[in-house]
């Protein structure tokens, strides 16, 4: 499975972007989605996961603000932010895998866009 993450950008403060992951393969409806970033001088974090099967998982410094969502038939996963804060401002990575919130658990990863929020 390959993955191609778009949709970064620059917004400011209280502003929303969607991001997409859009994937090859035939198998993108057996695995999972999720979703990472990689903030200025931390780690990468978990954001946000959905299963094949609508489990959603959200960090809980995104729940509330971000909606991730599925389209298999294009083999394409998003991710709306809404009510973005600075601290938002990281690298996106898209990743497919088993429905899990670790990222050592994601076989597959796309190469990551930036969201950049001013405030």
């Known amino acids: 499975v390959q993955l191609q993450a778009s949709g970064g950008g620059s917004v400011q403060a209280g502003g929303s972007l969607s991001l997409s992951c859009a994937a090859s393969?035939?198998?993108?409806?057996?695995?999972?989605m999720g979703w990472f970033r990689r903030a200025p001088g931390k780690e990468r974090e978990f954001v946000a996961v959905?299963?094949?099967?609508?489990?959603?998982w959200y960090s809980d410094s995104v729940k509330g603000r971000f909606n991730m969502s599925r389209d298999n038939a294009k083999n394409t996963a998003y991710l709306q932010m809404n009510s973005l804060k600075p601290e938002d401002t990281a690298v996106y990575y898209c990743?497919?895998?088993?429905?899990?919130?670790?990222?050592?658990?994601?076989?597959?990863w796309g190469q990551g866009t930036q969201v950049t929020v001013s405030s």
């Open positions: 393969g035939r198998t993108f409806s057996s695995y999972a």
């Open positions: 959905l299963n094949w099967n609508g489990i959603t």
């Open positions: 990743a497919a895998g088993p429905l899990s919130r670790f990222q050592r658990s994601y076989k597959y």
